[in-house]
């Protein structure tokens, strides 16, 4: 499997303002990797801009590819990139860790009828003491911010005031009454009803099963990510470390969540402003020929 160079890794802490003061993270201890997924979310959009702004409109899960994209380029990407990378990350730290397709709900995706899209989500699973935890840096908004311990019904704090849980669980549409998959949820606080964002299994997919699904989820006119321009970051208290809300760019609208509570700042009105907000908000600065590319799609801003 592929990892990074020691150098490779050092860029990557700086490029994530990982505490300069602390060393290593050690592949052993949970408070490590907690921190270094703050850091991330914080530093590491999740988005869909080259779905939009380049010339070919593709995307590829080689994870030297990615650590050109990520580290050296300072941008983001989807669940798929952003999950293949850190999970590299991970696996050059010393850290025991695979990778397992899930399915998204159909209400994440926006989609009436309830249920499951087919396979397009990318998680890792850490084991640490004979424990597995989902590690998820690729779910945007809603993702889980912190480590969360593969026991079923096992509830944590979000960012406040949401939390999150994980239930081991059969879905409606298995026919076969002994299957199980995880189910990821959370709710805004706790007087919201928990909504079901996606599933995912245990068993360990291959980079010949994500070529499948990242080919159909970049590809098909249908995938929210075609349609949409969108990146998101989590924001991180700088001097308590704790993580406060999200700034989202969601098509045309600029708004920032801060626990729980939304403002919008901007509506935007033409491309000229939707590139200055992504270079501003979210480092994502796009050449001449990047901006080109979204001329003519469904996406482009024509105000």
Partial sequence: MSTYTPSQIT????????????????????????LLQKHQLASVPFESISLHYSKFHLLSLDPEDLYQKIVVRRRGGYCMENNTFFGTVLRSLGYQVYNAGGRVSNATAGRPGGGYVGWSHMVNIVTMSSQRYLIDVGFGAACAVHPLPLISGHESIGIAPSSMKLEYTRLEK????SQRVWVYSYRASDAADWFEAYSFT????FPEDYAVMNLSTMVLPTSY???TVLAEKT????????????LILHKDELKKRIHGATEIFEKLKSEEERVKVLDMFFGIVL???????IRDLASELRG
Avoid: C, W
């Fill in 11 to 34: 860029a990557y802490l700086t490029r994530i303002s990982y505490p300069q003061h602390k060393p290593l993270p050690d592949p052993n201890s949970l408070a490590d990797l907690a």
């Fill in 287 to 293: 050449n001449e020929e990047e901006r080109k590319g």
């Fill in 235 to 246: 924001l991180l208290n700088v001097d308590s470390l704790e993580m406060e809300g999200v």
């Fill in 202 to 205: 245990e068993l360990e997919f």
């Fill in 225 to 227: 990510f075609t349609q």
């Fill in 174 to 177: 298995h026919t076969d009454p």
